[in-house]
T-cell receptor, first 110, second 115 residues
Framework: QKEVEQNSGPLSVPEGAIASLNCTYSDRGSQSFFWYRQYSGKSPELIMFIYSNGDKEDGRFTAQLNKASQYVSLLIRDSQPSDSATYLCAVERKDDKIIFGKGTRLHILP | EAQVTQNPRYLITVTGKKLTVTCSQNMNHEYMSWYRQDPGLGLRQIYYSMNVEVTDKGDVPEGYKVSRKEKRNFPLILESPSPNQTSLYFC??????????????FGAGTRLSVL
């Protein structure tokens, strides 16, 4: 089982709809969870991080964490063409190492 | 402006010719890392450093060296580059480790081609 798994996509979502990105992880002791956005040819930039079970909202973005199911998700409301990018899920293990998933390509259809 | 600076941004070299990619951060961060990103393989950690003079291997350290003599600098050294090291490299830093602290700030990337 891969440490951090994401569907590679592409995930196509109409403009204005909700985009839902999912990530599962294998290390049950993992403590912090991050979502990064990466435009083609650019470096990753942090969207959100979460470390407690439940939801965390920031503008159009909501991160959801369920440690019992080892599952973290990112919801993007009112999707815009500028949201088209690759979204990387990252997990901080108990030994402080950060493990990245391979990313999900998101395409917002105008 | 808070930033992580990598140089060079683009580099074409030949097999066996030693090279160094520099990385510097101005945020007084303790933790620095090097990653490589390859299509289909995602971001993989090469080496990391928890503080000055403290470095450790990541997931793909073979063929690379690092040093951390100063807190702000973390150069990546390829003593004898090979074509399988052709990749996009990112340096990253974070304030610390532990819950809520390990947010990675990335440099702009170095695209390396080894012929």
């Amino acid at each position: 089982q891969k440490e951090v798994e994401q569907n590679s996509g592409p995930l196509s979502v109409p403009e204005g709809a909700i985009a839902s990105l999912n990530c599962t992880y294998s290390d049950r002791g993992s403590q912090s969870f991050f979502w990064y956005r990466q435009y083609s040819g650019k470096s990753p930039e942090l969207i959100m991080f979460i470390y407690s079970n439940g939801d965390k909202e920031d503008g159009r973005f909501t991160a959801q964490l369920n440690k019992a199911s080892q599952y973290v998700s990112l919801l993007i409301r009112d999707s815009q063409p500028s949201d088209s990018a690759t979204y990387l899920c990252a997990v901080e293990r108990k030994d402080d190492k950060i493990i990245f998933g391979k990313g999900t390509r998101l395409h917002i259809l105008p | 402006e808070a930033q992580v600076t990598q140089n060079p941004r683009y580099l074409i070299t030949v097999t066996g010719k030693k090279l160094t990619v520099t990385c510097s951060q101005n945020m007084n961060h303790e933790y620095m890392s090097w990653y490589r990103q390859d299509p289909g393989l995602g971001l993989r950690q090469i080496y990391y450093s928890m503080n000055v003079e403290v470095t450790d291997k990541g997931d793909v350290p073979e063929g690379y060296k690092v040093s951390r003599k100063e807190k702000r600098n973390f150069p990546l050294i390829l003593e004898s580059p090979s074509p399988n090291q052709t990749s996009l490299y990112f340096c990253a830093s974070s304030r610390s480790t532990g819950v809520g602290s390990n947010i990675q700030y990335f440099g702009a990337g170095t695209r390396l081609s080894v012929l």
